[in-house]
């Protein structure tokens, strides 16, 4: 078979598929996709948009900026200085002394769909079988799935300017919509960075989400004793949910 009609059966039979068989996105993020499927999110109107919407594992952001977004009923966790999405209550959230979301990532592997078609040998038929495994990829789940952009290590001077900069942007948010809350976000979110993040800086990686704030909710990732993927934390007064 030859490279052009291989692909126009793939094509072919992708479509086929997309029609028949649930989203590949069910094998890498089930909880999401088993979500979807509740009948009471089938076509319900969004009120605000007045738009009728198909819940489905992945959509538009609102803002129309092209950022996947999870849907399906569960409450998605925004930052409050850029807007950007940066977790959701999809993934096994745990409450650190009522400060910080963490959360246990896993890796997980994308690629192009197997459709089952055998592959005649030969240097053409070669080509395009490896083609596909061209385009598998292993990806850390929640980084993939909110398009986390990684902006590397910090030292210790740079961790507490960030610091500075954000709990003061949080701090005042607080401050006008919950005070009782304020001073005890400040002496645990505090004590936090001076215990955990300070003191194991150089295994710790930031990642801001897709608009790049590097000013506003930096997702926190290290590895964990003889984890063989990253756990990751986040600040929860910097966040603010939405339900979709």
Not at 103 to 111: L, S
Request: some cysteine; hydrophobic content about 35%; aromatic content about 10%.
């Amino acid at each position: 078979m030859s490279r052009r009609s291989l692909l126009a059966c793939l094509a072919l039979c992708a479509a086929h598929a997309h029609a028949s068989f649930p989203s590949p996105y069910s094998a890498l993020y089930p909880a999401v996709y088993a979500s979807s499927l509740s009948p009471a999110g089938q076509g319900q109107v969004d009120s605000s948009r007045g738009s009728s919407i198909t819940r489905c594992p992945w959509g538009m952001s609102s803002s129309g900026s092209g950022t996947m977004r999870l849907r399906g009923g569960m409450i998605i966790y925004k930052d409050i200085s850029s807007g950007d999405e940066m977790i959701s209550d999809s993934f096994q959230l745990q409450d650190i002394d009522d400060v910080l979301f963490k959360v246990k990532t896993k890796h997980i592997t994308k690629g192009a769909l197997d459709v089952g078609i055998a592959v005649n040998q030969g240097e053409e038929d070669g080509d395009a079988a490896e083609g596909l495994d061209d385009q598998v990829e292993k990806v850390i789940d929640v980084i993939d799935a909110f398009r986390l952009q990684t902006i590397g290590a910090f030292d210790k001077k740079g961790a507490l300017a960030w610091a500075k900069t954000y709990l003061k942007t949080i701090k005042e948010r607080l401050d006008k919509e919950n005070p009782e809350r304020s001073q005890q976000f400040q002496e645990k979110s505090q004590k936090w960075i001076k215990e955990v993040l300070l003191k194991d800086i150089d295994n710790f990686e930031f990642y801001t989400g897709p608009s790049f704030n590097t000013e506003g909710s930096l997702a926190m990732f290290t590895y964990e004793g003889e984890d063989i993927s990253p756990t990751m934390y986040l600040f929860k007064d910097g966040l603010i949910e939405e339900k979709c």
